[in-house]
């Protein structure tokens, strides 16, 4: 059984089912029921408006609002205008704002968690690119089909909805979408790592001076997803960013496990990125920023600019000695900000590794997805 606290909100209900297991799983359930302004209450005898159940322990709360201010601000300014809430001021304004909306039960834990859901859903992600086989993609383009196998695996209420999570002990699958351009999955799971808070000497009786290091566990939250086109087979499974640590492939793999069910991964190619990085490299596309080179002698060559502003191929000497190279050359790594050009608004930092690509700061899912079918093409 797994523990952790978890929010059912159904699309079409008028209430969260919340239900908690703790570590001596201990079941606790409750309901909050949403408030709608326009509809004071669901019966005539209960004002839903006055229905206010703290769902959150304190820690999971105050790492909640962590998690939510370690952001930028317009998040929160836009939350709190559509709740008709003053919404400007320094993000120490803004918080005391939401912890008094939360006295005043004018804000839910619940609208919290799904703030975060929207904040999280683009950019800070490493993306693997893979080609899924026509056999398993045209399976999946039969909605009854995938729905089949939701209900089989026990998440039919999760085909087209989804549910509150926000820090589960294991992997869980959030919400999922399913229409005949794409197939859309996404999972939340709880992340714990160590942060060195001290490096410290102490003097032993019997073994002179020791160095003694010490780490506090720290606990985070990471939203992963699945995309399926379904037209072409093309599949981009997102893992956002880890927040210690570049252990990637492992949680790629862990990740590739927990929907085995529905797209299997035996069935997906991937799709090695770094070579799009010469043909990259080569357009008016992006600001090169820095890349690695690999030569057919098995020789590497760096080049990278002196400030990040700048494109390493401004500079005469940088330029020649990357021509001297030719075309003869593999990706190794590209660290390369994509321009704006619709519908970029704004430029698009990326990584591209061997066979992965990492989006540097918050970004839509229109940008996300541009510069993704990019790199493919290149590819």
Not at 219 to 243: A, D, W
Not at 250 to 277: H, Q
Request: proline share 3%; charged share 25%.
């Amino acid at each position: 059984m797994r523990s952790g606290l978890f929010l059912y909100s159904l699309r079409n209900a008028p209430y969260t089912l919340c239900y908690s297991i703790d570590s001596s799983f201990i079941f606790r359930v409750g309901f909050i029921y949403r408030y709608n302004a326009h509809a004071k209450s669901t019966s005539p005898e209960v004002n839903m408006a006055n229905i206010h159940i703290p769902l959150l322990p304190a820690a999971d709360f105050e790492l909640l609002i962590e998690l939510i201010f370690a952001h930028t601000k317009q998040h929160v300014s836009d939350f709190l205008q559509g709740k008709n809430i003053p919404y400007t001021g320094t993000k120490e304004t803004l918080e005391e704002r939401i912890r008094t909306g939360i006295d005043q039960r004018a804000i839910s834990h619940e609208e919290l968690v799904a703030l975060l859901d929207d904040i999280e859903g683009w950019g800070n992600q490493h993306v693997y690119l893979y080609k899924l086989t026509e056999a398993a993609v045209e399976v999946l383009r039969d909605g009854d089909l995938v729905q089949q196998q939701f209900e089989a695996k026990g998440l039919g209420h999760l085909f087209n909805d989804g549910i509150t999570v926000f820090i589960p002990e294991q992997p869980t699958l959030a919400s999922s979408s399913h229409n005949d351009q794409t197939l859309n999955l996404k999972f939340v799971e709880q992340r714990r790592w160590s942060e060195l808070i001290a490096n410290e000497v102490e003097d032993h009786p019997d073994y002179g001076q020791l160095e003694v290091r010490k780490y506090r566990t720290r606990r985070g939250r990471g939203v992963n997803s699945v995309r399926v086109h379904l037209p072409t087979g093309q599949v981009e499974v997102m893992i956002q960013t880890l927040q210690s640590g570049t252990r990637y492939d492992e949680v790629r793999d862990n990740f590739l496990a927990e929907f085995d069910w529905i797209v299997p991964w035996v069935a997906m190619t991937l799709v090695e990125t770094a070579k799009a990085i010469p043909a990259i490299e080569a357009t008016d596309e992006t600001r090169n920023r820095a890349s690695i080179l690999g030569t057919l002698t098995g020789s590497v060559a760096a080049f990278r600019s002196s400030q990040a502003s700048a494109d390493y191929r401004t500079d005469g000497d940088v330029k020649n000695a990357r021509d001297a190279l030719g075309d003869a050359v593999v990706g190794v790594m590209g660290n390369f900000y994509w321009l704006p050009t619709a519908p970029l608004l704004q430029e698009v930092h990326t990584h591209i590794y061997k066979d992965r690509i990492g989006f540097l700061g918050e970004r839509t899912e229109i940008e996300v997805g541009y510069v993704l079918s990019r790199i493919r093409a290149y590819c």
